[in-house]
Structure formats: C-alpha cells, structure tokens
C-alpha cells in the first residue's frame, strides 16, 4: 500500500495548501472610508446586502424593510413607496455584499456613502470591507429598522466616527488584527456572538492613538468605542473574510470558502468549486436565549453574513473559548466544549495561532471539509444574533447550518474529481 | 433535634453576618495621593513592607535590600551602608503594610513620597490602599530591586502618573471596581497573577476622562495603562482590602480576614481572634513556571499581601476562571478547575456577584473556614508571583498556604469557646 503511486494534487494536499494559504493572512485594520472610496465596483446607485444576490423582489420582512431604508437614506426616494418604485425602476439596485468583497451583519445593508473598515493582508494586499457598528441602540438598519434614529446615528458614523477612526488609525500605522483575535479567543470571546474582549484589547491597543488626535476626534471615539461591547465584531468579520479568501483557488480542496444568508437560503462556497454559491434553507437553532417578551415564533431572518468567522475557527466552531455565551445563548459549560469538540469531526485542522485555554491550548477546528460534513451528518455551529418580525434584535442563539448544500457540494466535487480521472 | 434550644450567636452564624458584610462592600477607586496624604498615620520617617512587623533585621534578601533602597529614594542615606544606619539609629523604622490599611505586592514596600491607589467602601467610608504597578521593568523596588532606572521610574510614578491618574478618576467622579472584577472573572483573570481583562476594562472605563484631561496626562496615562496587563492587580488589591476587612468584628466567627507573608513567616488573622497575626512557616509551590534560565533554587519568598484577593473568593481559589493561567503558572483546565473544586471544602460560603462561566456561573469559595480546614488538612491555594535570588521576577506559580497557623486558629477559637460556654 505504502508503494501506490499518488496523483500530483490529492484532495488532502489541496485542502493543507488551502489551510496554509489561510493560516499566513495577517489582517491588519488600515483605514476607514466611505464604501463608494474604498471598494473597488461600489457605485452609488448600489446598494449591498447580506447573502447570495437575489432580485429585488425576493427581498421580504426585515431585509427588505433595510433595503427600502437604505435606498431613502441615500436619496432615492423619501418614504418607503418611492423607495420601492426606485427598485423596481432600476434607480437603485441590489447585490450580495460578497461580489465586492464586503461582508454584511445581519441584514448586512452597505451603501455607497457609508464608512467600511478596511482590512488588510499586507502580504498580499487581499481587502475585505464591513461596515461600522450602529450601537446598542434599538434603531439599527442591519436589523431591519429605519427611522429618524437610525438616519441620524447613520449620519454620525459616516461625519463623526469613521472619519475619527480613520485619522486614528493612520495616526497609529494600521492595527494588526490578529494578535487581538488570538488574545481575545483567551478572554471569553469567539469573536461571533461574542467580542467584549477584543472590542476593549482593540480600544487599548489604539488609545496611544486616540490621546494623539484633536480633542473632538478622541471624545467621539472615546464614546464610541466605551459605549458597547460589539465593535470588533466588524473587525473579526472583515479579518475573517480575507483570512478566508486565502483558501480560494486550490482546485480540488473541499474546503469552505464562505457562508452567507439572506432571508431566503442559505449558501456556501467551495475552494474546487469556484465562485459559486450552492444553496439550501436556512439555518435551524439548537439553543435560544431571547429577551424578556419575546417567543421563538418572534424569530425572523434577515440575512447574515458573520458566519463567515465560522469559515476561519472563530463563532460557533469555537464556543469552548467563549464560556460566558452561555447566559446569551444557551447551554452550560459542558455542552458549549461539546460543540467545538464536534467540530474537529467535520475540520480539516486545527489553528496553530488561534487556541482555546479550556482544551488545554488546543488550535481551534478550522476548514469545514464538505466530504466529512457529508460522511458525518454533522452540520456547522453557527453562533448568531436574532433578529425580531418587525425589526430590531430579539436576542441570540446557536445555529446549525442546513446540510444540503454541503451534501450537494460533496456530490459535485465527486463528479469533476471523475470527470478529470475519465 | 430541632427543638434544642441555640445560643443567640453561633459561629455559622457569625460566619453568614461576616460574609454578608463582605458581600455588601462596593469597593470604589477615588483617587491616588502621595501615601504620607492619603494614608492615617503615615509619618515621613515609616517604610511599610509586606507580611506581619518585624523588627528590621530580621529582614533579609530581597525584602532587606527593597527597605534599604526605599530609605536611599527617601533620602535618608546615599548608600546602602548608611541606609542600615539609619534603620539601626532609629532615623527610619519599619512596619507591616497592614498597620495602617495598606497591601504590599512582593516587597510592598510603601514610602511617604509614593502615590497609592485609594480605594472605599462608600455605604462605610472604610479605605484601603496599594502603590502603583511599575511597570513591566526588570528593576522594580517591590522585586527587591533598586537602581538608577528604579528611581527614575518611582520619580515617574510619583511626578507624572499618580497626579494625571489622580486628575482623571476624579473626572470620571470614581471608578466602580466591583464591576470590573465580576467582568473580568468572565475574561480569563483571576485577579490576583492574572488582570489582563480587568487592566483593559479599567482602561476603557476610563477613556472618555482620559481624553477630557489634558494632553500631557492623557498621553502619560495611555503610554501607562497600555504599556502592561497588571496595573489592575494594585487595584484589585486594594478592593479586597476594604472587602476583607468587612469580615472583622465578628465574634465567634472563624473567616479569616487577612493573609500576608514576610520574607520570614506566612500570617493570617481571623476575625473571632481580633487584629492579632497567626504565623506559621512560608507557603510551599504546588506547581511552578520559571522564565528560562531559572530553576526552583533561584526562588526567593520576599514577602507578599497580594494573598489577600484569595481571601474575599479571588486568585488561586478562583483559578477555573482563569484557564490561560497555566501557560504561566503550571497545570491545565482540569487541574485549575479541580483547584476551585475543592476549595469549596474549605470555604463557608460561595460569592453570589463573583462568578466562574467554567462552572455554569457558579460563585467563587469564599471564606476560608479555619475549622474546615483543620477538618480537612485542605490549605488554601495561593496564585503567587515568584521572585528570585538577587532581585527581579522569575515566574509564576501555584502554591499552598502552610496549614500551621489555621490549625493554631482553630485550637484558639476552639478554647476561647470553652471559656465563654465555663
């Protein structure tokens, strides 16, 4: 056995090149700038959201209502009615946030005029892009709501925060995301559900910066940055992101490249199999923990793309690193080890830089390998917020990504690995 | 059996008013003075070191050569032979920390000159006090350290932090430490060998004050607080100062209030005994983690009241909440998480607002029991920075409290008992 000879790539080759490749990314935070600046293909009369693109009209309930939201904020159109007839006109058009290389939370609305993060790999220039944080404030159009609130805070992140943060960040020569990350998974936090940690290590590591900047400038980010726990989130999605992309363009690897959703399906994309998207339902919950008056038929899903930290070793594939969530989003100490335990079941590694002190320092399950999720039954933890029907979050919740596109993508990787050995 | 008649105070009793008293104190930083100013009872020619009095030759070592250096910065001699002359006339006396509301950290050795940390209960106007971290520097006087750049940086300390620290926590109108220790245990920290969190979340609590004050202390302040993860440990400190002393006054009750060690003898005091020290031999190290190059002959015991996190349910007895503490301390999870486990053994109650996510929430041991212990032969654990041979830090590590004096407590509170009942 050990003398048959081996064809040149095998799958598991692809799939270690396609980890190293993901393994090497440094992302490091080098600026803040409105989305039409600093991605390339933004235009102003798109508008992003979370998921596969789907036509305007397939947008229903919360994401549809960000989407109308959006389209009045940048002009299209003042109430709803118009904002809709801009849509169905052309005026505006609608794409997932992954053609440009954005990643959206929740319903994931990105539009021209907003600031994005902008993350880094200096070692190859890859970007990835997420908006800012809206706050803990009720009125946050990623959740589905658009009112006055919403417009007014929109306009304080695009004329206050981003450009503060983006002199701050220059000031200090770019944040290095990964060490905080690293650090972050040591403090409680999985960087999904979960970001307390870094939010504050990101907030000290900047401070030097901050103090550096005009008295205007270091208030605002002062507030900004001490009035929530939830900032990195933006910051773990858009590292994710470009860490992820370094698995792309390894024929042959089964591993996955990206998840996203809309309020539709659910899809993923697949290092052998391109660009694609290869869809299924949505996600189901496992464990819910929601807000005083609110039941499990409040549950609503608008779409989401921060289970892209899932894609890297981060979220729900890492909840032993994050204890605390248990008070959010259910369970107890032993069943959130559990789950990661499980992962390694249907991961190709473990993270050599991103570890877990409750699994005695042991890397985290990284590289959903669609033929063991197919071998195993075993779908991805995803950790997620909740978004309510009406609008606004409900609470939070552990996931399981539907099987089916994995299934279909395992199938389809089988049929070009035999259609090449033909 | 249940209509035996009870004395009207018990010792369990006792024990549930003490902890209660404890529970209630709301420990709050409210601000940081030269010790002659802020301390009842400092006098320009003291020098305060950790552990019970002694006269000043018994002290020997590191903890001798930190009480000649702190007599050369107080100018009382410009050697170290004239330092001891000094001590030997009478010019400069020596005592215990503890005499007067202070904690020591290693050495703690406290002058007139330098700032301290103010820490009260506000429901009892009760205080407590610890100096300030020096900083990651290898020449640091509470190792056993003094040099040129120890001076300079006690200059530091004294002339630019303690004011600009000073100016913003009375900004900030004082700073709420309760809540940054219940976070923190959330993060990793057990507040005593660990305090990263609970550096970062201070940190951040204060960055909006920092950035009203003016650019000289705000930039001080965020060089300091960003240069290191355990300035919060002074703090943590003197808040279980105030904490423990809600303990005292409890006749009959067999908690014990303080615990500090010299570079001599390891004391305890217990409340149904009065102010009175216990003394017993050193601690022993369960477990060790040297930097390179040492060995356990380079340890050297110079003293330490940081042991007081330990008594209000902090430190070595809440180690399963601090799981990253065995890359510097010894052990894995189950190991740190047993050591919590069984500290229950020996404690009378469990910290209903201080909680361990590792556990499902549950409170940390608090109360060492001198009666349990004695039972058991169970000796409480202790989360302790090593110092060497020579001076300077060389390690973490786990040790145990010498059983000796909770069994000497237990035989006293056992024979006052029978005197009061003759």
Redesign the interface.
């Known amino acids: 056995m050990s003398q048959t000879a081996q064809p040149p790539v095998t799958r598991s080759d692809a799939n270690t090149a396609a980890l190293e490749n993901l393994f090497a990314v440094e992302p490091r935070l080098v600026g803040v700038a409105p989305a039409i600046d600093a991605v390339a293909g933004m235009r102003r009369d798109l508008i992003l959201t979370s998921g596969p693109s789907l036509p305007f009209p397939a947008y229903t309930g919360g994401q549809r209502d960000g989407l109308l939201g959006a389209a009045i904020y940048e002009g299209f159109a003042t109430d709803r009615a118009g904002a809709e007839r801009a849509f169905e006109r052309g005026e505006v058009t609608v794409a997932g946030c992954q053609t440009l290389g954005v990643v959206g939370s929740l319903a994931g609305v990105t539009t021209a005029s907003m600031p994005v993060l902008v993350v880094e790999d200096p070692h190859t220039g890859a970007r990835a892009y997420c908006t800012l944080y809206e706050g803990d404030t009720a009125d946050r159009l990623n959740y589905g709501t658009y009112t006055d609130a919403t417009r007014v805070n929109l306009d304080f992140l695009r004329d206050r925060v981003g450009p503060a943060l983006d002199r701050a960040v220059h000031s200090h020569g770019g944040v290095p995301l990964k060490p905080i990350i690293q ?1 972050a998974l ?3 936090d999985e960087l999904h559900s979960r970001n ?2 870094a939010t ?2 990101f ?3 900047l ?2 910066a ?3 900047t005009n ?1 205007d400038d ?2 605002t ?3 900004y ?2 009035g929530g726990d939830y900032f990195f989130l933006r910051l773990a999605m858009a590292a994710a992101k470009v860490m992820a992309d370094g698995m792309r363009g390894f024929g042959g690897s089964s591993l996955v490249t990206s998840m996203a959703f809309s309020c539709k399906e659910f899809g993923i994309q697949v290092a052998g199999l391109g660009d694609s998207w290869i869809c299924g339902p949505l996600p189901t919950f496992e464990s819910v923990r929601l807000y005083p008056g609110f039941t499990e038929s409040d549950i609503e899903f608008m779409g989401g793309e921060s289970v892209i930290t899932e894609v890297v070793g981060l979220g729900g594939v890492a909840q032993a690193a994050a ?2 969530l ?2 959010s989003s259910g369970g ?2 032993a069943t959130m080890i559990a789950r990661t335990v499980q992962m390694y079941q249907i991961c190709a590694g473990e993270h050599p830089d991103l570890r877990i ?5 042991r890397g985290t399950p990284v590289g959903f390998d669609v033929h063991r999720i197919a071998a195993t039954g075993i779908a991805p933890y995803l950790d997620i917020g909740i978004a309510g029907v009406g609008g606004g979050q409900i609470g939070g919740g552990v996931a399981r990504a539907p099987l089916e596109p994995f299934l279909r993508a395992a199938e389809e990787l089988t049929h070009l690995t035999k259609e090449r050995n033909a």
Do not use: E, H, V, W
């Not at 002190?357 to 320092?361: E, F």
């Open positions: 650090r040591t403090m409680g307390t940690a504050t290590l907030t000290r590591a401070l030097p901050i103090t550096k008295g270091a208030g980010l002062a507030d940055l001490s204890l605390p248990q008070r107890n100490a002190p409750a699994l005695d320092y």
